[in-house]
C-alpha cells in the first residue's frame, strides 16, 4: 500500500486529487489518501443542493460548496476534521462493503482510546450512539474509491447551522437536529491525545495502517505528485469541483415533489407534467449507485404519468443499480401512487 498526504486545504483541490488518481493509476497496490480542509459543505452526488444547504449563510461565512462524484449525503468539513480515501482496483471488492476499509481505521481509533466506535448501518461510524464518520464509495472502469471522514474536532454548531438536512431523514434517525446526531472524537481518546492536532491524528493512522512506529520508516512508501499530475488535477478543479454547474445543476421547474427514505437511502423526485405526460423529472438524495442516476430520468421524460406506463418504462431496468437497496416496486411507489 502506498499513501498521500495532500498539502492543499481546499476541498475542491483534494477531491480533484482523488479522482485524477482513480482515473490515472494503474493498480499494483492500493492507496491511502489523507486531506484537510477549511470549513467547507460536500454534497452528494445525488443530491439537491438547495435542499442540504443554507447558502446564503455559507456564503457569509466563506464556506465553500462543492459536489463529489460518489452518493450519499450532505458534510460538513473544517479544519478539526480529518478526511480519508482508499483507492483501489474494484475487480475483486464488492461495492456498498464499508466495512472492509473502515475496519482498520476503527481498530486504530480503539488504540487511540476510543474503544467505544463501531460501524453502524451502511455507512456510518459512531460511538455513543452518536455519529463522527460518514463514508461514500465511487466506482469506474473497474476502479473504485471509498471515503469518509472523521469528525475530531469539529465546530459542531457550524454543522447545525450551514447544514439543512431533509425533516423526513432527520425523523428516519430518531432524532430532531442535525446537532444532537453528531459527535467529535477528541473526548473519547486517551488523555494524551487530548491536545491531538489534526495532522497529528493523521500520522497516528498512518502509522497503524503501515504498522510502524515512525514517520520515517514508511517516508518511501509516500506516493509523489509530478508537475503534469498538478496540471491535471487544476483542470478538474475548473472543470468539475469548482464549477457551478457541476454543484448546481440544472433544476426544472417542478409541480410534483415525491420524498421517500428507504433502506437504501433517501430518495427525492421532482417532477413536471405536462398533459399527463412527465416533461422534466431530476432526483437527488443520498443514496448510493453504481450507474449515472440521469439514464432513469432520460428514460421517464415522455412516459404517461401512472404507474403501469412507468413500470413498462423500467421492465428491462435493475433499478438496484441506480439506488442501492431500494426495488422496483418501491422506487415506482415513490414516483406515483
Same mark, same amino acid.
Given at each position: ?22 482515473? &490515472?493509476?494503474? =493498480? ?8 484537510? &480542509? ?13 435542499? *442540504? ?30 478526511? =480519508?480515501? /482508499?483507492?483501489?482496483?474494484? *475487480? ?8 472492509? =476499509? ?29 455519529? /463522527?464518520?460518514?463514508?461514500?464509495? $465511487? ?27 431533509? *425533516? ?19 473526548? $473519547?481518546?486517551?488523555?494524551?491525545? &487530548? *491536545? ?76 413536471? #407534467? ?6 422534466? #423529472? ?5 443514496? =448510493? ?33 441506480? /439506488? ?8 415506482? &411507489?415513490?414516483? #406515483?401512487?
Amino acid at each position: 500500500m502506498q499513501y498521500v498526504i495532500m498539502p492543499s486545504r481546499d476541498i475542491r483541490r483534494n477531491l480533484a486529487t482523488e479522482q485524477y488518481l482513480l482515473n &490515472q493509476r494503474i =493498480f499494483d497496490e492500493p492507496l491511502v489518501l489523507f486531506y484537510i &480542509q477549511t470549513p467547507c459543505v460536500i454534497v452528494g452526488r445525488n443530491q439537491n443542493v438547495r435542499a *442540504e444547504v443554507d447558502l446564503s449563510y455559507a456564503l457569509r461565512h466563506e464556506i465553500t460548496i462543492t459536489r463529489r462524484l460518489s452518493g450519499g449525503g450532505a458534510v460538513y468539513d473544517d479544519l478539526g476534521n480529518l478526511s =480519508f480515501s /482508499f483507492v483501489v482496483n474494484a *475487480e475483486h471488492e464488492t461495492f456498498g462493503d464499508f466495512k472492509l =476499509f473502515t475496519q482498520p481505521i476503527i481498530d486504530a481509533l480503539h488504540e487511540m482510546g476510543a474503544t467505544g466506535a463501531e460501524i453502524s448501518g451502511r455507512n456510518d461510524l459512531l460511538i455513543d450512539g452518536k455519529k /463522527f464518520s460518514g463514508n461514500a464509495m $465511487y466506482t469506474k472502469n473497474k476502479k473504485m474509491y471509498s471515503h469518509g471522514t472523521l469528525m475530531l474536532d469539529v465546530d459542531l454548531d457550524e454543522v447545525n447551522r450551514v447544514l439543512t438536512v431533509s *425533516e423526513k431523514k432527520l425523523a428516519s434517525k430518531g432524532t430532531k437536529s442535525v446537532r444532537s446526531r453528531v459527535t467529535n472524537l477528541k473526548p $473519547y481518546l486517551k488523555k494524551k491525545f &487530548q *491536545e491531538i492536532s489534526t495532522e497529528a491524528f493523521r500520522d497516528r493512522l498512518l502509522l497503524h495502517l503501515f504498522n510502524a512506529k515512525t514517520m520515517e520508516e514508511i517516508k518511501s512508501q509516500e506516493y509523489q505528485l509530478t508537475q503534469k499530475d498538478e496540471q491535471a488535477i487544476d483542470q478538474l478543479v475548473a472543470d468539475i469541483y469548482g464549477n457551478d454547474a457541476w454543484i448546481f445543476g440544472e433544476e426544472p421547474k417542478y409541480t410534483i415533489k415525491r420524498e421517500e427514505k428507504f433502506k437504501g437511502g433517501l430518495i427525492e423526485a421532482n417532477i413536471s #407534467v405536462e398533459k399527463g405526460r412527465i416533461s422534466a #423529472v431530476t432526483i437527488y438524495g443520498d443514496y =448510493f449507485s453504481k450507474k449515472e442516476t440521469k439514464e432513469i430520468e432520460n428514460l421517464l421524460i415522455g412516459c404517461q404519468y401512472e404507474q403501469k406506463a412507468i413500470k413498462q418504462v423500467l421492465a428491462e431496468i435493475t433499478v438496484e443499480d441506480y /439506488f442501492n437497496n431500494v426495488s422496483k416496486a418501491e422506487f415506482i &411507489q415513490l414516483l #406515483v401512487d
